[in-house]
């Protein structure tokens, strides 16, 4: 049961267009998407703001969709966030340039290496430092630094942060699992 209700249909004419912007017609909104919208007015600036858009939160389309994917679902494994693990299987990842192999490994204690390339092993490592430990060693930013720019690697961190904070609303809200026809029985 969740501990926030999420709002129900029918939404208020500003929540409907928000909803519109971020889900296929018929499709009923997250439910995480609807305990946020407990606080209207926050959830219409962050739709408006464009941090919360149809693949999720900071989608500039800066990073390539693969790694964005790999960075969100990583981080989801690595913070305890079931809900937005199978939220984004079930919506985005399969979209997103993953395989269903690579898909599944996002939660392997050590990540199989033959699924990834060396820059995506790179984003791995860096997901489970930033997370586990909120440091990242001089060793790994060198490995990180051959396969990134600056630009790229802070928002890849500022990615991680973001998803760290959906894993609090979770912990906070517990919204009930989304009933959505997506691919996740094949990871």
Known sequence: MPRIAPVAAPYSPALQQRFDRLVPPGMVPPAIFRAVARNESLFIHMVDSGWLGPTGLLDRRTLPRALRELVILRTCHASGNDYEWHLHVDTVAPRMGLSFAQIADT??????????TPPQAAALSLVDALVARRDVDDALYEALRRHFDEPTLIEMTQLVGLYVGVAMLVALARPER??????????
Not at 107 to 116: G, K, S, T, V
């Open 107 to 116: 939660r392997a204690a050590a990540p199989d290496a033959q699924l990834w």
């Open 178 to 187: 989304d009933e959505y026809a997506g691919d996740n029985g094949k990871v």
